[in-house]
């Protein structure tokens, strides 16, 4: 009975404790130097933190953060939680581990950094499944379309100069394009459904290649491979891609009659429709 009673008087205890300091915790104090911190990593991700609190395991939660990369594109997150790897405080690299929920999905991962500056770079592994990537608008010339996805995988990223070294694969599901130009919705082939897109892709300094882009299609199919050169702000980086394009033959009669078109899909059973982009993202210039 004795032992009993002196459990629960340390468990009241432990409660209070935890209580009182939650209660008294300087949420903004912490904020600023949290994100203080967070930011020395590498300029090239910077964070906005509102006021954090403190949660169990030993970390900190924060509402609403803001993350801006490469001084230009800015996300906002639904919440994060940053806590540092225990096992790690008194090794030569220290980690921190983080969660956050944005657009009804999840984003994880750990950040690395050496005790010795002297040592390897910063390495950022991150993991991410189920955003709902809301309606994406391209207008360019002649195309204008939209387009709307989930988004999941995984992102690699070592720091190193200038702009550090990038793994990612990529995993789109539920892709719906729709072209919004009249002469193309007029023939009936603007709207476009892809159960699932593959990418995986690598960035070393300013330079990217794709290794793979595969888009599988209820009228057509997509296979896409190259390389490029990464430019801020991202509209002018330069694009030298090669294609093919491989209608579903079901769709190929949609075409018959329009002799511009049709002699497109004319050997369509033996091959796809090789094609081309290179200029920028900006201006795009896309051949057959």
């Known amino acids: 009975m004795r032992i009993k009673t002196i459990f629960l008087y340390l468990a009241y205890a432990v409660t209070m404790f935890f209580l009182i300091a939650y209660l008294r915790f300087p949420g903004e104090t912490a904020s600023r130097i949290l994100g203080e911190r967070i930011n020395r990593i590498t300029p090239k991700i910077q964070v906005e933190l509102s006021t954090v609190t403190p949660v169990i395991p030993p970390g900190f939660k924060t509402a609403n953060p803001v993350v801006t990369v490469l001084d230009h594109n800015r996300f906002s997150l639904d919440s994060a939680v940053v806590s540092p790897d225990i096992l790690t405080l008194f090794s030569s690299t220290r ?163 329009i002799s511009s078109v049709e002699v497109l899909f004319q050997d369509t059973k033996n091959g796809g429709i090789p094609f081309t982009v290179s200029g920028t993202v900006e201006n795009p210039i896309f051949k057959l």
């Open 95 to 257: 980690k921190i581990n983080f969660k956050a929920a944005a657009l009804n999905g999840t984003v994880k991962g750990t950040i690395s950094t050496p005790t010795d500056t002297a040592l390897s770079p910063m390495t950022l592994l991150s993991e991410f499944s189920g955003l709902e990537i809301p309606k994406v608008y391209y207008s360019k010339g002649l195309i204008d379309l939209e387009a709307m996805f989930k988004l999941s995988g995984t992102v690699e990223y070592t720091q190193n100069q200038p702009l550090g070294s990038t793994r990612a694969e990529l995993h789109l599901t539920d892709l719906k394009i729709t072209i919004l130009t009249p002469l193309v919705q007029a023939l009936g082939f603007s709207d476009f459904t892809f159960t699932h897109v593959d990418i995986t892709a690598a960035m070393d300094n300013d330079q990217f290649e794709i290794t793979r882009f595969s888009a599988p299609g209820d009228k057509l199919s997509i296979t896409l491979t190259g390389t490029g050169t990464l430019k801020l702000p991202m509209e002018k980086s330069q694009l030298n891609l090669k294609g093919e394009i491989r209608p579903d033959p079901s769709h190929v009669a949609n075409f018959a009659g």
